[in-house]
T-cell receptor, first 113, second 118 residues
Framework: DAGVIQSPRHEVTEMGQEVTLRCKPI?????LFWYRQTMMRGLELLIY????????DSGMPEDRFSAKMPNASFSTLKIQPSEPRDSAVYFC???????????FGPGTRLLVL | AQKVTQAQTEISVVEKEDVTLDCVYE???????LFWYKQPPSGELVFLIR??????QNEISGRYSWNFQKSTSSFNFTITASQVVDSAVYFC???????????????FGKGTKLSVKP
């Protein structure tokens, strides 16, 4: 079975540009999570969805960040405009309420110049 | 507030040594889950184990074993006869049930970087 799929795997962009990260959760999972990993702050939750509905977005840094989940098989995390401090690895994870374990995608390594 | 502490930032051992990674957590909830994840140099996060707060039985899986003690709020991870392939960053994490019964988010520790030298 396919795991969580994220694209792109690497993204290099210039400050001020819009960045869109994509995630396809494991089929049948109804919870989806976006995390960010940096050296300074470690792994931190940005937002999570349950049944396509955002449940907790308190970790979203500021208005430049937005996330959507239009259906059960797709989510996006958008940064507009991007800044150098947004450089990080962004992970998407999914879980089923029954199993209660989050499975992570391979991550998107973002570098904003 | 929930918190996970991994006091060991880095550990270096020689192959075949046993090594224990410590994890201490804080929570006010009586129902919660504890996890360990492995992040090898390639960068992905690999799930290793999940434990719920009502199950204090220790678990062994091959060379890996976990010791969960509610009395000390600890969930330690031991690798027996370590191998070079065990070199990675290991994260301990806590998840509480939020109101309504659905899973809450994971609170991660800062991670312990394990280096196993041949």
């Amino acid at each position: 079975d396919a795991g969580v799929i994220q694209s792109p795997r690497h993204e290099v962009t210039e400050m001020g540009q819009e960045v869109t990260l994509r995630c396809k959760p494991i089929s049948g999972h109804n919870s989806l999570f976006w995390y960010r990993q940096t050296m300074m702050r470690g792994l931190e939750l940005l937002i999570y969805f349950n049944n396509n509905v955002p449940i907790d977005d308190s970790g979203m840094p500021e208005d430049r960040f937005s996330a959507k989940m239009p259906n059960a098989s797709f989510s996006t995390l958008k940064i507009q405009p991007s800044e150098p401090r947004d450089s990080a690895v962004y992970f998407c994870a999914s879980s089923s309420s029954y199993q209660e374990t989050q499975y992570f995608g391979p991550g998107t390594r973002l570098l904003v110049l | 507030a929930q918190k996970v502490t991994q006091a060991q930032t880095e550990i270096s051992v020689v192959e075949k040594e046993d090594v224990t990674l410590d994890c201490v957590y804080e929570t006010r909830d009586t129902t919660y889950y504890l996890f360990w994840y492995k992040q090898p140099p390639s960068g992905e996060l690999v799930f290793l184990i999940r434990r719920n707060s009502f199950d204090e039985q220790n678990e062994i899986s091959g060379r890996y074993s976990w010791n969960f003690q509610k009395s000390t709020s600890s969930f330690n991870f031991t690798i027996t006869a370590s191998q070079v392939v065990d070199s990675a960053v290991y994260f301990c994490a806590l998840s509480e049930r939020n109101y309504g019964g659905s899973q809450g988010n994971l609170i991660f520790g800062k991670g312990t970087k394990l280096s196993v030298k041949p």
